[in-house]
């Protein structure tokens, strides 16, 4: 376990995330929102946790965390930290099954996330990037004390992307 709220957990993520993993990275609202991985089988879903989400935990201490609600084993959604080389800070990134939006779970690990930054990484300056027409998401940023900077085409990106700092 790295973090815990009053509702949830976040611990780092294995290869017995897979089937977790395929259908967040297939949602609809995780296509539209985040982008298409091309992640299509559990094979691939393995693989994308070794070299995205494994790998950022080996070379910078951090990555994306599996979020689930205390009492309960199954995993609802992804939040964590990504150093990203088109970004001049680590970002604060969050993603959910469709299932879980509305109840508050990405306000409250993304707060615990942001604070776990400063605390324990230290970390001054936390940045996070959002689809601008993500206003759900938005909100969230916002409440936890991040500020809007600009909206910026990154490098890769087909789309623009509403640029937060906290």
């Known amino acids: 376990m790295i973090l815990?709220?009053?509702r949830l957990t976040l611990r780092e993520a294995g290869a017995e995330d897979a089937a977790f993993v395929l259908d967040l990275l297939n949602a609809p609202g995780f296509i539209q929102g985040i982008?298409?991985?091309?992640?299509?089988?559990?094979?691939?879903?393995?693989?994308?946790?070794?070299?995205r989400i494994l790998s950022s935990y080996r070379d910078h201490g951090f990555g994306m965390w599996v979020v689930t609600p205390k009492g309960e084993g199954q995993a609802v959604g992804l939040c964590g930290l990504v150093r990203r080389e088109i970004l001049p800070h680590v970002d604060l990134g969050y993603?959910?099954?469709?299932?879980?939006?509305?109840?508050?779970?990405?306000?409250?690990?993304?707060?615990?996330?942001?604070?776990?930054?400063?605390?324990?990484?230290?970390?001054?300056?936390?940045?996070a990037i959002v689809n601008p027409d993500n206003?759900?998401?938005?909100?969230?940023l916002e409440k936890i004390g991040f500020r809007w900077v600009d909206i910026r085409?990154?490098?890769?990106?087909?789309?623009?992307?509403?640029?937060?700092?906290?």
């Open 95 to 127: 993603a959910f099954l469709e299932r879980y939006w509305g109840q508050g779970y990405a306000q409250e690990a993304a707060g615990a996330v942001l604070a776990h930054a400063r605390g324990v990484f230290g970390l001054a300056t936390v940045a």
């Open 153 to 166: 085409q990154l490098e890769g990106w087909d789309q623009p992307s509403a640029y937060y700092c906290a």
């Open 4 to 6: 815990e709220t009053p």
């Open 35 to 51: 982008g298409d991985r091309g992640v299509r089988t559990l094979d691939e879903a393995r693989g994308y946790i070794e070299t």
């Open 135 to 140: 206003l759900a998401s938005c909100r969230v």
